[in-house]
């Protein structure tokens, strides 16, 4: 059996003009042994899994011998040029059009209408107004139609250039034999009899109309791609390595990881690292959505493409290029587009079958006007509009755009969804469980009370507990530190005791901070205040603080609440979601933070070997489960869910096995990533009930011949820029907080 590789291998494709030309490339690919391969449209993209054995060259002679051309894509930077190369020439193509359609239309069309006006030679002087616009300015769809000739297939394209070239031949050998037709009809009257030139105008008409609709389309087309690559641009270019104290200005792909770097404000970071020395705000808008700055100095983490806004910077680099936060963010983003959803998916079965249905609804159209007994010339019109008004190339463009966008929206609030699968499933969950430590809570201990049990201060027995846990690296001694502050007294003889505490000498006294366990271990009575002060904490943790053998005082810990939990649980019950906390605390602990937070069902004392069959439970009861989650526990649960959702601080096995990925360290990301997937498949599900109801509407409407093949073709172009257009308005989509009256 052949075995494809990790990596794919993906590919720039130029030439597609429809969903149809998507489809055709991805069946040849996939026709190679081992390949599979998936080609968007919208994107212009192909990701090609490749076996071992085949190369990057054998997927782009693939793709060239369909009748397309493919380069193995390297940079944004490449998409964009050629992005702009194809928007010049339709541009061009465009302007030829549109400058010779007009005198044309209006020469056709008084001559047709006032035949007194007609001159010797006015047919021929049609004839040249408009050959440039059929030959040169419809040269995209003919080339596209002969290629899909030369693989015997059929496309959008086959449909536009029959329909041009149909127009156009017609009216030729029109005027060439001085065939005499009784007249046609333009939507405000009937031409008088003679009138074969006003076909010029239609296909000459009908090629600008498509022309200018497939400009816009792509201008807009390149807009929805470029959001992808929004975040990449952010990056930094350069970067200032400090060596020797010196700063030294290089490429930004040149630093290495344990490099110094120097951040002036104003600029952007050019990696991810630690802070050294300085202090600062950073603007993380661009990256986690959130507007308010954030104070930094040493001991920091930051990430690339943050603006430092105020002070000066030093930072130690410890992911450099690639493996930046930014640069990840921005690859999954563009990976997330590649994907197809299942209503993608179906969309290209329907778009494969639908163009050869449609020409044989046109000889159909052609020979029931016949055999009904009408001439020749209407059962022509009724024909070329059929074929006209049929382009499904909004039906191909419905999906794609709105996904596109709103996956990159959604990297820009914060939020990275791997793909259209995770926007579905998004959707789809009425139950989200979330997670208590590093989820619900921060994860960070803070000081929560003090108590005095001698005639020390409490001020005094939070100092010399600051003084011995600064020495020591567990979370519970990092929050006494913190409360304790700044000019801490030394201490001498330091000694960390494993799960219990931690002991030195401070002003010239032995002080110990620990359990009530480790006290009676070693011989220190607690006072009975102490325990009474010990069992009235209920969900905080309490250490006691010992100095010259007798118990002073105590210090009470706990992991604090995210202040965005209450509101965003809210926001989570406005959606119709219920929520559930999931904990290993025990039922008081776990009932306390699920009261402040307002969660109203809690699994508590669950292990993180039962997790998954908590997730599991919910699932069989017929719950549709989001799982929340972010340390190294929580990644089979994630896995598990039919929605995966992780903090992006947390672990890489939590990030790894979850579907979104919560950038912001604010749980209201959980609220916006539903409302947006909300707002997505809505917007999917209206680009498709507009392409599939213009497409049932006009066909018959054309088939009776009630549609002007000119007008035919504007309403198709119409259609297929709506399309992207209403895709687009996700760009401006902000997270509704008002019901819990958050700003």
Not at 202 to 231: D, K, M, Q, W
Request: net charge neutral.
């Amino acid at each position: 059996m052949t075995t494809t590789v990790d990596a794919p291998v993906e590919l720039a494709v130029s030439g597609m003009t429809c969903a149809a030309c998507a489809g055709r490339i991805e069946r040849k690919l996939n026709r190679l042994d081992g390949v599979r391969a998936s080609v968007n449209y919208a994107t212009e993209r192909a990701i090609v899994h490749l076996p071992t054995g085949l190369g990057a060259h054998d997927a782009v002679e693939a793709v060239r011998k369909a009748g397309y051309d493919a380069r193995v894509r390297h940079r944004a930077e490449d998409d964009r040029a050629a992005h702009t190369a194809t928007v010049a020439d339709l541009r061009r193509r465009l302007v030829v059009a549109a400058v010779l359609a007009i005198p044309l239309g209006n020469l056709s069309i008084s001559l047709a209408l006032a035949p007194s006006l007609r001159f010797p030679g006015w047919e021929p002087l049609c004839v040249l107004l408009a050959l440039p616009v059929v030959a040169y300015s419809a040269w995209p769809f003919h080339r596209a139609a002969l290629r899909n000739l030369r693989h015997g297939s059929s496309s959008m394209d086959t449909l536009v250039s029959l329909g041009v070239l149909a127009s156009f031949g017609w009216a030729v050998w029109s005027l060439a034999a001085g065939a005499s037709g009784p007249g046609y009809w333009l939507g405000f009257g009937v031409t008088a009899e003679g009138a074969d030139a006003v076909y010029l105008d239609v296909a000459a008409g009908v090629t600008t109309f498509l022309l200018a609709g497939r400009y816009f389309e792509t201008r807009s087309r390149r807009n929805a791609v470029g959001l992808l690559t929004a975040l990449a641009g952010l990056a930094a270019k350069d970067a200032r390595v400090v060596r020797d104290g010196v700063e030294q200005p290089v490429p930004a792909a040149s630093l290495r990881v344990g490099d110094l770097f120097a951040v002036r404000p104003g600029e952007a970071l050019p990696a991810d690292g630690v802070v050294t020395d300085g202090a600062s705000a950073l603007d993380t808008s661009a990256i986690t959505g959130e507007s308010v700055p954030v104070d930094v100095g040493p001991g920091d983490r930051v990430v690339g493409g943050t603006v430092n806004r105020s002070g000066r910077l030093v930072v130690r680099a410890t992911e450099v290029g690639a493996n930046t936060q930014l640069a990840q963010m921005s690859a999954l983003a563009e990976q997330a587009a590649q994907r197809k959803a299942a209503v993608q998916r179906l969309v290209d079965r329907v778009c494969a079958v639908f163009v050869p249905v449609v020409l044989v609804l046109a000889a159909l159209t052609l020979a029931g006007w016949l055999v009904t007994g009408h001439g020749t010339r209407e059962a022509f019109t009724a024909a070329v509009a059929v074929l006209i008004i049929a382009c499904p190339c909004a039906l191909g463009l419905a999906t794609p755009t709105a996904l596109m966008v709103g996956v990159a929206r959604a990297a820009q609030l914060g939020v990275l969804i791997k793909g259209p699968e995770a926007l579905e499933a998004t959707r789809a969950v009425d139950t989200v469980v979330l997670d208590k430590t590093g989820t619900i809570t921060t994860g960070r201990m803070a000081v929560v009370a003090t108590a005095a049990f001698a005639d020390a201060p409490e001020r005094d027995v939070l100092r010399w507990a600051g003084a011995v846990e600064a020495a020591s690296e567990h979370p519970v001694a990092a929050a006494v530190v913190t409360a304790a502050g700044e000019g801490l007294p030394a201490v001498t003889g330091f000694e960390a005791l494993v799960g219990a505490g931690a002991r030195g000498e401070v002003d010239g006294a032995p002080v110990v901070v620990g359990t009530a366990a480790l006290m009676a271990e070693l011989g220190v009575t607690a006072p009975q205040q102490a325990h009474r002060w010990l069992d009235d904490l209920g969900t905080a943790t309490g250490v006691l603080v010992a100095r010259a053998g007798a118990v002073v005082g105590g210090i009470a810990v706990r992991d604090t609440v995210r202040p965005s939990a209450a509101d965003a649980v809210a926001r989570l019950h406005a959606l119709g979601l219920k929520t559930v906390l999931l904990t290993g605390d025990g039922p008081a602990a776990a009932r306390a933070v699920a009261d402040e937070v307002g969660v109203p069902d809690v699994l508590a004392g669950v292990r993180p070997a039962d997790k998954v069959a908590a997730v599991e439970a919910l699932r069989a009861a017929g719950r549709r489960v989001a799982v929340v989650g972010d340390g190294v526990n929580d990644g089979p649960a994630l896995a598990a869910a039919d929605l995966g959702m992780a903090m992006a601080r947390g672990s890489d096995v939590a990030a790894q096995a979850a579907d979104v990925i919560l950038v912001r360290d604010d749980l209201h990301a959980v609220p916006d990533a539903v409302e947006l997937a909300n707002r997505t498949l809505g917007t999917i599900r209206g680009n498709l009930a507009w392409a599939f109801g213009y497409n049932a509407a006009a066909l018959p409407l054309a088939a009776f011949g009630l549609l002007n093949p000119l007008i035919a073709g504007a309403a198709m172009s119409l259609s297929s820029v709506l399309v992207v257009a209403n895709s687009l308005r996700l760009r401006g989509y902000l997270p509704d907080r008002s019901a819990v009256g958050t700003g």
